[in-house]
Structures are given as C-alpha cells and as structure tokens.
C-alpha cells in the first residue's frame, strides 16, 4: 500500500492539517509522520498536530482537535459566529465541571457549568479557514453574557443584545428556554423587556 500518497490525500481533503489519530485510525504506520517531519514535509504544530506547507494555521481548529470535550463560548463563540467584531485576546471554552484542564493552554480561559447544561445549545461553526468547530449558538451565549455579566465588558454586552435584537434570526423561544434551564428567566425577561422599550 502507498502510504505516503494516502497520507497527502488526507492532506489535501483536510487542508494541510492530518493528526496523529488520523495516522492511527487508517493504519497508517506512525514511522511515516516521522520521516515526513524529518525531511520538512510536516512541520509539528503541538502534540498531535501536523501542517504541511499548504495548511493554515487554525487556531481554533487545531484546539478542539486536541481538547474535544472545550466548547466555544463567550467572545470567541460570538467572533467565530461573526456576531461581533472584537477579535479575541485569547479563547474562551466552556467544558463540564470535573474535566479536569491542566493540560490547557494558559493563554485560554475555561468556563465551567453543570453537566445538566454543558450539551444546551451546541452548533457546528466555521472557522475562517473552512474548518468546523462546536460552539455554543447565540442564545446559549446570550443566557451565558447576561448570567455572568459582572464578568463581561460592558461595551460588549450591550453591543451583542442591541444586535440580537435586530437579528433575523433570533430565536426567543430558545431564548427563554434556555434561560429557565439555567435558573436565570427572570434576568434574560427583564433585559429584553429594556431593550425592546
């Protein structure tokens, strides 16, 4: 079998990017990765992870590869959903409490919820370079913004719900949905009625 030529093929279909799962799960043996790197036509981006000279360097693609339980949420859920035009200092994930994150990045801030809600609200995104993460939808986010809002920039919250509020797609009965399974109804009901006065 040709593996080098089934490994650039999974390179071409994946944007220049392949993991070492990738490797594994089509018994590729690993000592080609190895040799590809040797000779630069791999470059290691971090554990696991692999570009070659085609592939973009996807920040967000690169980091639920290696943390799948993370789900984008907050500014960076808002940034990849392009519903702001703040681009992000750092990412922000959401990950069940218990998961234990010391293997995460210092430059990444983590939020924890209860199991019960963790999987409330989960959609497939885009990146910007076409590759599909999971993050929170806008009414998860929005429930998330006004629940913790002591936590969030003020500019950045008032700007997000005057949006939404003109938003076409809005879904305020999600909205209102989620916001009871998150004990915060009475919150999301009173900054709605405001904004719609």
Not at 25 to 41: C, F, K, Q
Not at 54 to 75: C, L, M, P, R
Not at 79 to 90: M, R, S, V
Not at 96 to 104: L, M, S, T, V
Request: glycine fraction near 4%; aromatic fraction near 14%.
């Amino acid at each position: 079998m040709d593996y080098i030529n089934k490994i650039k093929e999974k390179l071409k279909n994946n944007g220049g990017v392949i993991t070492s799962k990738e490797f594994t799960s089509s018994n590729i043996p690993t000592i080609y990765l190895t040799r590809m790197v040797e000779t630069g036509e791999l470059i290691r981006i971090d554990r696991g992870i692999y570009i070659n000279s085609s592939g973009d360097y996807d920040e967000y693609s690169f980091f639920q590869n290696k943390y799948t339980v993370a789900i984008f949420s907050y500014v960076s859920a808002l940034y990849l959903q392009g519903f702001t035009d703040i681009i992000p200092l750092e990412i922000e994930a959401t990950v069940y409490k218990g998961y234990n994150k010391h293997r995460i990045n210092s430059n990444v801030r983590i939020h924890y919820v209860k199991k019960e809600i963790y999987d409330m609200g989960i959609t497939d995104c885009q990146t910007m370079f076409g590759n599909t993460v999971k993050v929170y939808n806008l009414e998860r986010t929005i429930c998330d913004l006004i629940k913790n809002r002591n936590e969030v920039e003020t500019e950045l919250l008032s700007k997000t719900l005057n949006r939404y509020i003109k938003y076409s797609y809005k879904d305020l009965n999600r909205l209102y949905e989620y916001s009871k399974k998150m004990k915060i109804y009475e919150k999301v009901k009173k900054v709605m009625e405001i904004l719609y006065e």
